[in-house]
């Protein structure tokens, strides 16, 4: 066994007449990596040439307990050899999105990855089942984005004019507590207010829905909120930067229950990268808030910014250093164009929602 390996035995969900033993050098599995293990045949009435590996996926909700969904995602056979100790690696696809674990004092939705090793002999299934943690890649390979909005309070004032503000930010993609910085470029030459405040705050939101597309959950939270003061005057134009941290999530109690990947450990797992499945979804965005001073303006007619961001578990120079080991790039541009043309549907989707919602504060 290699230096710093350490066999992941803890996690077992079934364990009949096969088992498995896992290794693993951390806490959990990157998208593309491989699974080191073995498989081990107990019983000794067990007659078999081949062993089939699954990697199966499964989405639940416990509210009103209409999402419990399996799916297969990937299958491999293994011959046994007539060994009842049997070596195998699996790799674990490149486009798997990460494991999800979401609880509060009533609610309970999950993302959860099993592997499973199973065989059929003398008409008898012979089976072991792993839970297994997969962590959010890091994906960004966009650099210099920006976003921007032009609000014309002349729907209110129709000589006040209107303001501009362009959000640059360097990459899309972040681990939990990192700093994100914004690079903000003002645009108050055809305004007739002074700009008095910044506030930027990370949205996450969580929804999940059934498979007969009825919503059943939605969550909103914030994980991290900065304010600024300036003093923008009417009629210039202004850089500014503002930094916010990304709170990370966290470990806690919560009695009822379980913790599925360590059958000692009391805590619960909170795992809360960005998801988007058919049926679970975790998003998270910026929302960037210009304030005029202006007492008058209502805050309907702020102008804001909603910035679609990732949440991941992997450092850029974790990704880098793995990716410079491959000498291959792994994603390409179409495929984060995509992924985050995605993202950006669904904020646009629950944006009205966000708007709408009077009770939460920001």
């Known amino acids: 066994m290699k230096k710093n390996y350490k066999l992941k035995m803890e996690s077992i969900i079934i364990e009949n007449g096969l088992k498995m033993e896992i290794i693993e050098i951390e806490n959990g599995f990157y998208p593309e990596s491989t699974i080191n293990g073995n498989i081990i045949i107990l019983n000794k009435e067990i007659n078999t040439e081949t062993i089939i590996l699954q990697l199966k996926r499964k989405q639940y909700c416990n509210h009103k307990n209409l999402l419990n969904d399996i799916t297969i995602i990937k299958e491999k056979q293994i011959n046994t050899q007539n060994y009842t100790k049997i070596d195998f690696t699996f790799e674990i696809p490149e486009e798997l999105g990460p494991s999800f674990e979401y609880y509060n004092d009533n609610t309970f939705i999950y993302l959860r990855y099993y592997l499973e090793a199973k065989c059929i002999s003398n008409n008898q299934l012979y089976n072991c089942t792993y839970i297994i943690l997969i962590k959010a890649k890091y994906i960004n390979r966009i650099s210099n984005i920006n976003f921007n909005t032009k609000n014309g309070i002349s729907r209110l004032f129709t000589d006040k004019g209107e303001c501009s503000c362009n959000i640059y930010i360097d990459k899309n993609c972040f681990t939990f507590d990192e700093i994100l910085k914004l690079n903000i470029e003002i645009d108050n030459t055809k305004c007739s207010f002074d700009i008095s405040k910044f506030k930027a705050t990370i949205i996450r939101e969580v929804i999940v829905t059934s498979f007969n597309k009825e919503k059943i959950h939605y969550e909103k939270t914030i994980n991290g909120r900065e304010t600024k003061e300036v003093l923008i005057k009417k009629g210039t134009f202004n850089n500014q930067t503002m930094d916010i941290k990304i709170k990370d999530n966290e470990n806690f109690n919560i009695n009822k229950w379980k913790n599925p990947y360590n059958n000692n450990d009391k805590k619960i797992l909170k795992f809360i990268p960005s998801v988007d499945t058919l049926y679970i979804k975790c998003i998270y965005k910026i929302k960037f808030t210009i304030y005029f001073d202006a007492f ?41 164009i995509n992924g985050f043309k995605s993202l950006n549907e669904n904020i646009d989707d629950y944006k009205k929602s966000e708007i709408e919602d009077n009770n939460f504060i920001y």
């Open 296 to 336: 008058l303006l209502s805050s309907n007619y702020r102008p804001r910014i909603f910035i679609p961001i990732y949440i991941s578990h992997q450092s850029k120079e974790e990704f880098d250093r793995i990716q410079n080991k491959k000498s291959k790039s792994v994603f390409n541009s179409d495929q984060l």
